[in-house]
């Protein structure tokens, strides 16, 4: 019997009795099954990339420098949503460009034009002068879970398909834009972000876009932020069809005020805060109908108003031209006011 029969046999007979640490078979089974695992979340990864990479593009913008007497050029990411030519990124990545240059991950570039942009979701539209060109669809992002995997794809720096994993770590954030409105139900989550990401999507495990990274926190290591791809989807047909987005207004500067318990009692109301008006547009919805400075906005069609941001939302959903009951406070009384609103940004 040679020597290493003799070690097998041993081996065996020392296993038959007691507990033993784990063979080589068994250390050998657990690894093969974490393999086996990681090789299907990079498996899953992998396809999703394939799939959707090369719809996600660089976009590179020259603004012209008077001091300069040159183009100085910035890039940021996109993703293209239709075959000819529609490209969806950030607000801000497009914002005063004077030139538009999309690049491909197969290496192409095609001048661009803007299509529409959207300053209060920071979302705009591109179109590339191309057709027949890989595109990505999208996916509904209230049916996103915390937890979720997430995939983010862009394009920074015009470094091709930078990719990074990571779950969604919450939904319904809040986060303001440049113009201050507050873009509502912002997804928040762990896929790094680097400087160039912004305008790329962020896609599920299907390669469905669920949302376009916006932003990431300096100094806050793992979170990034999205804007959920329902409220893009939205937007986008507003740009199309009409080359921007219309939303309703009052025709009023407002603040969040504190509501007195003396108020509150007398006028028997819950809520600890109003609407505060600070001017009236002349010639606007609210002084047609009789709104005055320093009205206490408390409800709008009896949805209670605690801040701008409430008023704002209601508005954007609310049909333009279609009348509104808009509940006020004026010194002693409780007045109910009927409001037709206009559409935001027209003359008033």
Request: proline share 5%.
């Amino acid at each position: 019997m040679d020597d290493a029969t003799q070690r097998t046999l041993k081996m065996i007979n020392n296993s038959s009795g007691g507990e033993a640490p784990p063979g080589p078979c068994e250390v050998g089974a657990a690894e093969k099954m974490d393999v086996e695992l990681l090789d299907a979340y990079s498996r899953a990864v992998i396809t999703v990339v394939d799939a959707v990479g090369p719809a996600v593009v660089s976009i590179s913008t020259g603004t012209r420098s008077k001091a300069a007497g040159s183009d100085a050029g910035g890039t940021g990411s996109g993703v293209i949503i239709a075959p000819d030519g529609y490209v969806l990124t950030n607000d801000h990545v497009v914002h005063g460009a004077k030139r538009l240059i999309v690049s491909l991950t197969d290496g192409t570039t095609h001048e661009a034009t803007l299509a529409g942009t959207d300053p209060a979701t920071d979302l705009a539209v591109i179109r590339a002068d191309a057709s027949n060109l890989p595109y990505a669809t999208f996916g509904e992002s209230a049916a996103l879970h915390a937890g979720q995997l997430v995939i983010a794809i862009g394009n920074p720096l015009g470094f091709q398909s930078t990719v990074s994993t990571g779950v969604v770590s919450a939904l319904g954030r809040g986060l303001r834009s440049r113009e201050g409105r507050l873009i509502e139900n912002i997804i928040q989550h762990t896929a790094p972000l680097n400087p160039g990401n912004s305008g790329g999507p962020l896609v599920d495990s299907r390669g469905r876009i669920v949302g376009l990274n916006t932003a990431i926190i300096l100094g806050a290591q793992g979170i990034g932020f999205s804007i959920p791809s329902d409220t893009a989807q939205w937007v986008v047909s507003q740009l199309l069809t009409l080359g921007r987005v219309r939303r309703g207004s009052l025709g009023v500067a407002a603040q969040q005020r504190p509501l007195s318990r003396r108020s509150a009692r007398f006028f028997n109301l819950s809520q600890a805060f109003v609407v505060e008006v600070l001017s009236v547009n002349r010639g606007g919805p609210a002084a047609q109908g009789g709104m005055r400075k320093g009205d206490l906005i408390v409800a709008l069609n009896g949805a209670k108003m605690t801040n701008v941001d409430l008023l704002q939302k209601f508005l954007a959903d609310w049909p333009i031209g279609k009348p509104v009951n808009v509940s006020v406070l004026r010194v002693q009384e409780r007045l109910e006011i009927n409001v037709t609103p206009a559409e935001a940004g027209a003359r008033e």
